[in-house]
Structure formats: C-alpha cells, structure tokens
C-alpha cells in the first residue's frame, strides 16, 4: 500500500548565512570551489552548488514534495508552517550545528511532523542524533524514503534538472553546467574517505552503462539545447572500464557536438584509457588524488603521476589534483618535498586538505583504538571541515599543521598563478597538439579549445594588474601564444577587455566588506501545483558493483 497518498514531504539543506563568522569551520561553504580556490580572491570562480541530493529524491518519490537549497531560518520556518508530515533535513558533520536548530524550530513549529535526518552527518550515530530525529537515512535515499512512504521500490530511477551558472569577476562569462548523476559511493576504500565507506565500500550505479550516460545528457540537452557543460557525478566515474568504454562508443555513434565532460577520476581508472580516447568522450577536466607520495592506496596504481599529468595537460584536459598533509609518516620536510613534486606537474588547480578521521571511516576507528583523537576538535564538529588537524600528529602540531596547510594554498597561487588562465593554457596545448589529429571528434575537440582560448584571451590585459610579476609575466606570454595560434583580438574583443579592470576592482570591493558572498535561495516543487519544470529520464533501479 502506498502510505504516501495525501502527505507531504519537505526536503532541505541546512540553512544560511556561512562563514566563519556563523559559527561554520573556514573550509564550510556552499560552493565547489572554496576548498580549492579560496587563496586566489577575485580570480575565483564562484557558482552555488545546491543540495542536489534533496531533488534527486524529491525526483524519484510519488508523494507531493517540496525542496529548499539555503533557506533562511525565516524561510525554513515559514515553509515548516506549510504543513508536511515529513521534514527531511541532508547535513553533514560540520554542518551539525546549523541541523539542531532546524530540527528544533520543527519541533516548536510543526510538531506533528516527523523529521527525518539524512546526508553524511547521520554517520555520527544514533546517540548523538535521536534526540533530533524521529527517522534516520543512511545509504542511498530513494530506497530509504520509499519504504518509509510504501512507496514501490522497483520503480525506475528518473534524472533532475539541476543546472549551475558559473561566474568569474563576478560576471556569467563560464556558461551553464548541467549534472549528471551516474552514481554513488566509491569501493576503492581508502581510509578517510567518509564517501566510499558511507555505503559500505559499494559503488551503486545510477547510470548502469554507457548508453544510459549518454541518454542522460542527451535529454539534459533536450532541456537546455545549448548546454555543452556537463558535471558526471561519480566518485571514480572511469574505474568500470566496461561501463567507461560503453559510455565512448555510445558518444563515438551520437551525433553530438563536442562535449565539456568534469569528472572524479583516479590514476587506476584512467589508466585505463589513452588520452585521445578521454578527449573523445568530451572529457577535458578531472579532480585525481594526489594524496600523499607514500600513501599506498590501491587508486593511485597506474600511470605515474608525472606521465599522467603531462599527457592530460597536452590533450587539453585540466587536473585538478587534491593533496593531503598530515599522514603519520609525513615531517614538514616530507610535506615540502611531496608539495614540490605536486607542483612541479604544474595542476591547473589544486586541494589541500588535513588528513581527517571522519566518523564512520577506518581511520576514524584507528586513531580512537590507539587513543589519538584529540578531544577539542572531535567534539567540536564544526572543525570537521579538513582545515583543522583532529588527531595526535606525532611530528606536527595542530596549529603548525594549519600553518602549514595555507602557507601551501598562497604559495601555488603565487607560483603558478591563476587557475582559471592555467585552464586556458591547457586549452590551448590541446588546440596545438590535436587540431590535425586523424580523428574527426578529437579534431572537432581541438577547434572548440581554441576557440576557448581565443576567447579567454579578453580577460588577460586587466588581470595582469592583479598577480604578481612572475604571473604577470607568464600571462603575457600565454597571450602572446594564443594570439599566435588563434589570431590577435577584434576590436569587439578589444573593447570588452577594457571592462574588465572595473570587474576585478568590484569583485575585490564584494569581497573586502562581504557583499553578496552567500548562497541563492532555491525552492522547487515536484507533484504540487504547478507542475515543476524536470527532466524525466527513466532508468533501471541501481546496481550494485563491487568491482
């Protein structure tokens, strides 16, 4: 029987504002990019990225229902005062202390609704949460909530409409990225990922093979005919290579145009493909782990990383590559060398993170066996946010490892400047290497990076003003070779890139006295009147790959 007829449920993300100044840790935010980009001011791109979770659910249910991404608690509340049976509130460890009070403002509100708790907060037990939850979700959502409602648990996934625009200089000059989502979970099982062990080390694939990949986007596009964007959503997305190699023949036999694919990758999963065969599949960005030199996880297998990056950068993918300080054998002079190697790959972006014992995780086990948690920052969730050290290190010190962390986020700023120009020159490496490449879709590739390039170069003149002069300098010559291979600016081109000092100069005034740095309020409704505007892509129920 379907419980669900005649109730309704309400879906949110935690609430704003963010910062620190809130209460948040310096690495909580809303945006994709603060973990990554934070040290390089107004040559960050910013973009909200919504609670897409909460609509894949929303999506995926019978019973009316209603998602809100960064609500006031003014907004929550109101919308509490609705009237659902469920409240679904997604959160995660750092964000415990912006949960317990909507769960309490349910509670005052709307006591007959029954909260339900979900996200990967929820690995922090039922001890902690019960007092605040009438239900908690763990593991993949959908399954949870249809059995709660007697829902059909059989019925075929369907994809959200979920898009993102981009801005830089506080202008939408990045275009509009749609989402995919092709899986969950990761069974690679390296210690601290709270991703791969939330779900029990299990890949749960949302997108079975290539061909479902394909018709995903292909009715993304439908939506939205000029999106070429594409985020794949998927721990590992290359590591089933039979489901990767699927996904290129179904686009090799598409009639799609070049494609910008962003994907989670590791060294063992893109090993297993050339670099051609990756420009192929659209694919020009990937976020590796680089983590630590002697890490020893079973992902970092394959292709040295040395190959492997300077291969990506010559076939005009970018490589954002995420590196992780505070591994037990790691002194400051290991971490120095480990960094100099990092960046002597030249990543077009990077991460650096405190290696964290996140709850539910066999590092997490580890430390609290061997008696090393430190109790100041475990009990403190809003530091879970991997700019603070939550352990015993036995060579570094909480404070020292901070330290130590920034330092290395200015540096690479300051050595390699700016990401998004280290993006264009990956561009342009990929137009000069693959434009008389013998196949047709990688030629086609090729000609949509120059383009890229050429366009970037508007953006060059006004930045110079604002990196120091070992950047200025390069950025001069990264115009000089655009320009070489492209042909010089028009007088269009020309014109625009006066605009963009006053861009820069506005972007930094936002963000000296804090203006407009909070995320947009988002609310959709599915099955309530009107009818949402989604995308309807039917889909098998998820499989399970241990692979």
């Given amino acids: 029987m379907d419980k669900s007829s005649g109730r309704k449920l309400l879906l949110s993300s935690v609430c704003r504002p963010f910062g620190t100044r809130y209460g948040d840790g310096f690495g909580t935010s809303y945006e994709g990019t603060h973990q990554i980009l934070w040290a390089q001011g107004p040559f960050r791109t910013r973009a909200t990225t919504t609670q897409w979770g909460i609509d894949f659910i929303a999506e995926n249910l019978r019973i009316p229902t209603t998602t809100l991404h960064y609500p006031t608690m003014e907004q929550f509340v109101a919308e509490v005062r609705r009237g659902y049976d469920y409240v679904g509130i997604a959160f995660v460890s750092p ?185 192929e599949m659209g694919i020009d960005w990937v976020w590796v782990g680089y983590e630590g030199k002697r890490a020893g996880f079973s992902k970092m297998q394959g292709r040295s990383y040395a190959d492997l990056f300077a291969d990506l950068h010559r076939h005009g993918i970018s490589v954002l590559a995420s590196m992780i300080v505070g591994f037990d054998y790691q002194t400051p002079e290991i971490i120095r060398e480990e960094y100099e190697e990092l960046l002597s790959l030249r990543p077009s972006m990077c991460q650096f993170l405190i290696y964290g014992p996140a709850h539910g995780t066999p590092l997490h086990a580890r430390l609290t066996a061997e008696g090393r948690l430190d109790p100041e920052v475990i009990d403190d969730h809003h530091l879970h946010d991997g700019f603070t050290l939550g352990f015993r290190h036995p060579h570094i010190g909480r404070d020292a490892m901070s330290a130590i962390q920034r330092g290395l986020y200015h540096e690479e700023f300051a050595r390699l400047g700016p990401s998004v120009f280290r993006v264009v020159e990956d561009r342009l490496a990929g137009y000069e290497n693959l434009r008389g490449h013998p196949v047709p879709r990688v030629r086609a590739k090729a000609e949509h990076y120059g383009r890229l390039a050429h366009g970037a170069m508007a953006l060059i003149p006004g930045s110079r003003r604002h990196v120091n002069a070992a950047s200025s300098a390069w950025l001069a010559g990264l115009q000089r070779r655009i320009a070489a291979a492209t042909g010089p600016m028009t007088l269009a081109e020309r014109a625009a890139s006066l605009l963009v000092p006053a861009a820069i100069r506005y972007t930094e005034f936002k963000l000296r006295h804090d203006l407009g740095q909070q995320p947009e309020f988002t609310r959709r409704t599915f099955r309530m009147t009107p009818q949402p505007r989604t995308a309807v892509v039917p889909l098998p129920r998820p499989a399970f790959d241990a692979r």
């Fill in 95 to 279: 964000t415990l202390h912006k949960m317990i009070p909507m769960a309490q403002a349910v509670r005052k509100h709307a006591p007959h609704s029954k909260i339900v708790l979900g996200g990967y907060g929820t690995a922090l037990g039922d001890d902690m949460l019960a007092p605040y939850a009438d239900h908690i979700c763990r593991g993949e959502g959908v399954a949870f909530l249809r059995e709660l409602l007697g829902e059909r648990a059989d019925v075929p996934f369907r994809q959200p409409t979920i898009t993102q625009q981009s801005t830089l200089f506080s202008l939408p000059v990045l275009g509009r990225t749609g989402y995919v989502f092709a899986g969950l979970g990761c069974p690679n099982g390296c210690d601290f990922c709270a991703t791969s062990h939330y779900f029990g080390r299990r890949h749960i694939r949302l997108l079975p093979d290539g061909p479902a990949i394909l018709g995903a986007i292909e009715r993304l596009r439908g939506e939205f005919p000029d999106l070429d964007s594409i985020w794949i959503n998927d721990e590992d997305f290359l590591l089933n290579e039979e489901r990767g190699r699927g996904f290129l023949e179904a686009l090799r036999a598409s009639g799609l145009p070049p494609l910008s694919i962003s994907i989670f990758g590791s060294v063992k999963g893109l090993s297993q493909y050339t670099a051609a065969e990756l420009v």
